[in-house]
């Protein structure tokens, strides 16, 4: 791989999918038997807060008890080894990439072990439930939401992710199927940027036409084989 010295990875619930977290399309249109409409949208919680908390106090419970898998370790060694730029965006809202080591991380759709108040703006660290409306640790208000992008609201740090986009060699996108917008379109904005493109995911997804490159296959085979050729140069 000639002349790449700044990455770009996004990735997606398939590089999460074999540490036991189910992906978004992978079950009939259902997410843990629930409408993405009735608890993912600002919608759902103005209507049923209680059962908005309950839905993400039972996701936030569930990956504290999930392990990184080889791919999330892959890309932690890619990311301490790697002398020039890399930016690991995820759209997951898990902290797997974290537990595996890797630092240069941005959740751009929020993230579960997050509370926000919606009083005083404050984000804190927050691992139990929300369900039962605890107060805010700045300020006192019960009005903690988790700190996760609704279908609707605007994804996070967009300015750093195209900061980042504008200077990359390579644009990598793992484990995602290209159904969600924005992260979705950063296959053509990387190419139109004069990036390299290269897609690694179990089937092709839904921009798999404008990667330069495909790989098929399991994430935990094919991200530490990819990183391996490019840390090897
Ligand atoms: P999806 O569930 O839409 O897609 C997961 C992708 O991972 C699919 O293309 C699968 O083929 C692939 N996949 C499954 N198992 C895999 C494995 N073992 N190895 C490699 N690939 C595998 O999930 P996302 O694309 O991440 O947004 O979904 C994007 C966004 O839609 C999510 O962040 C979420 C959701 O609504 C918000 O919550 C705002």
Known sequence: MPDIRNIVILTGAGISA????DTFRGGG???EQHRVEDVATPEAFERDPNLVL???DMRRAAIQEKLPNPAHDALARLDRAWNGDLLIVTQNVDDLHERAGASRVLHMHGEHLNA???YCDERS???GPLA????CPRCGARALRP???WFGEMPYRMEEIYAAMRTAHLFVSIGTSGAVYPAAGFVRDARSLGAQTLELNLERSQGSSWFDETRLGSASEVVPAWVE???AG
């Open 18 to 21: 074999e540490s036991g977290i």
């Open 29 to 31: 249109g259902l997410w």
């Open 54 to 56: 309950r839905f993400y």
């Open 116 to 118: 926000w108040c919606t």
């Open 125 to 127: 660290r927050w691992t």
């Open 132 to 135: 039962d409306r605890p107060p």
């Open 147 to 149: 700190d996760v992008v």
């Open 229 to 231: 050729e490019v840390l």
